[in-house]
C-alpha cells in the first residue's frame, strides 16, 4: 500500500509517532511516499524529523495553531481563532497542495496525525483514498475517558477538535496509555514508540531531564533554578533562534530538540518532568522513569492527559515545574514498566491490522 502522512507539527509528539509508523510501514513492505507538516511561524521543522526521514519527501505547509501570552506559555482560545480566520489564504493554499500531491501520487490511504488542515482536506476534496486518524486524543471519544473539571466550553471545543481533524475518516485509531474495552467506530491501540527505546540501556544519574512544548516555560524552570541550583536540569524546547545548546550554567542547560540526545538523557535521568503531552511520557513509562506533567495553561487536552497519564501510573501531575514535587515522589513511585511494554508489544500488529 502507498500512504501519505498529513502531520500536526505542535510540539514534538506528532512528529515521533509519524517517524514510528513510517518504519512500521516500510518494515511491513509498504510505502510512505510524501509527509506533509503543519506548521506555524513560531516554530521551525525539527532537524531531527528530516534527518531521520531523509527518503521522504517531507513538505511544510500553513496549517492552524494556538496564540499563546506574551510569556508563550498559556493557550489563548478566542485570539487563535480569530488569528486563525484572518489566515484563510495560505490555508487554502494548503489545501490545494495536498490535492495536487494525492492527484499525482495517488495514494491507498492518507494517514492525519491530528491536523485540522488533514481533516478540512478530506471533507472538502473528498478523496479516493482512505482516510485514517492516529492520535491519543481520539480516546476522548471513549466513554471510559477520565475528562478533567473545567466548563462546558471547555470539553466542546476539544471535542470539537476530534471532528474536524477527522471528518469522512474511515476510521479513528486512539493510542492509549493502557488497553480500553472495545467500542463502536474506535480501535484502541498502544502508542508508536521507536524500536531504538527497546536498546537504550537504563540507569538514575543525579539530573531531571525537563521537555517544555511552549518554551515560555524555560522561564519557570529557570526561577526554580535559581532557588534550587543544587538541583541538575538538562532542558528541551524548540525556542526558534536559540543555540543548539545554551549552558546556563553546571546545574542547568537548555537544549534544541535533538531525538537522539533526548532517548539518551531520558534513558539515564532519575525522573521527568513535561508538559503534559502523550508521547514522551509513555517513553518514560517505558523506561521506568517517574513523570511529573504539568498541563499547559488554558489547554484542556493537555489537562486530561495529566489525569489520564497519573491513573495509567506514569506519575503525578503539577500545576508548574516545580521540581521539588517531582523529586519528593520519586521514592513513592511505582515501577510499571515491565507490564507497559508487554502493552506496546501488540503495537504494531495491531495498528496494521486496523490500516491494512
Not at 521514592?331 to 491490522?353: G, M, R, V
Request: aromatic share 12%; net charge neutral; glycine share 6%.
Amino acid at each position: 500500500m502507498k500512504f501519505i502522512f498529513i502531520v500536526q507539527g505542535e510540539g514534538r509528539g506528532h512528529i515521533t509517532q509519524a517517524i514510528s509508523l513510517q518504519e512500521m510501514l516500510v518494515s511491513a513492505g509498504h510505502e510512505v511516499s510524501h509527509i506533509f507538516l503543519g506548521r506555524s511561524s513560531r516554530r521551525d521543522i525539527p532537524h531531527f524529523f528530516t534527518e531521520r526521514l531523509s527518503d521522504v519527501e517531507i513538505e511544510g505547509i500553513a496549517s492552524p495553531n494556538f496564540i499563546t501570552d506574551k510569556d508563550n506559555k498559556s493557550v489563548k482560545v478566542v485570539p487563535s481563532i480569530l488569528k486563525n480566520l484572518s489566515k484563510l489564504k495560505p490555508f487554502k493554499e494548503s489545501l490545494k497542495r495536498i490535492h495536487e500531491v494525492v492527484e499525482t501520487k495517488n495514494p491507498d490511504a492518507i494517514i492525519n496525525f491530528y491536523d485540522f488542515i488533514g481533516g478540512i482536506y478530506n471533507w472538502k476534496y473528498k478523496p479516493d483514498a482512505k482516510f485514517f486518524c492516529i492520535g491519543h486524543q481520539y480516546l476522548m471519544d471513549h466513554p471510559d475517558f477520565p475528562f478533567a473539571k473545567g466548563g462546558p466550553l471547555d470539553k466542546f471545543f476539544i471535542l470539537r477538535a476530534n471532528r474536524i481533524t477527522s471528518w469522512r475518516a474511515d476510521k479513528l485509531i486512539a493510542l492509549s496509555f493502557t488497553d480500553y474495552k472495545p467500542v463502536p467506530n474506535l480501535t484502541v491501540v498502544p502508542p508508536l514508540l521507536r524500536k531504538e527505546l527497546s536498546e537504550l540501556k537504563t540507569s538514575s544519574e543525579d539530573f531531571v531531564l525537563v521537555y517544555m512544548v511552549n518554551d515560555g516555560y524555560g522561564d519557570e524552570v529557570r526561577q526554580f533554578h535559581e532557588k534550587n541550583p543544587d538541583i541538575r536540569l538538562f532542558c528541551f524546547w524548540d525556542r526558534k533562534g536559540a543555540p543548539k545548546e545554551d549552558k546556563i550554567d553546571e546545574t542547568l542547560t537548555f537544549h534544541q530538540l535533538d531525538d537522539k540526545k533526548f532517548l539518551e538523557k531520558m534513558a539515564s535521568c532519575k525522573a521527568y518532568a513535561s508538559t503534559a503531552g502523550f508521547e514522551s511520557v509513555c517513553e518514560a513509562m517505558y523506561l521506568g522513569k517517574p513523570v511529573m506533567m504539568v498541563p499547559v495553561n488554558k489547554q484542556y487536552e493537555q489537562a486530561c492527559n495529566a489525569i489520564d497519564g497519573s491513573n495509567a501510573g506514569a506519575g503525578i501531575a503539577s500545576n508548574e515545574f516545580n521540581i521539588s514535587k517531582l523529586i519528593d515522589y520519586i521514592p513513592e513511585h511505582k515501577d510499571i514498566s515491565e507490564s507497559f511494554k508487554k502493552w506496546t508489544e501488540q503495537t504494531e500488529s495491531k495498528i496494521l491490522e486496523a490500516l491494512t
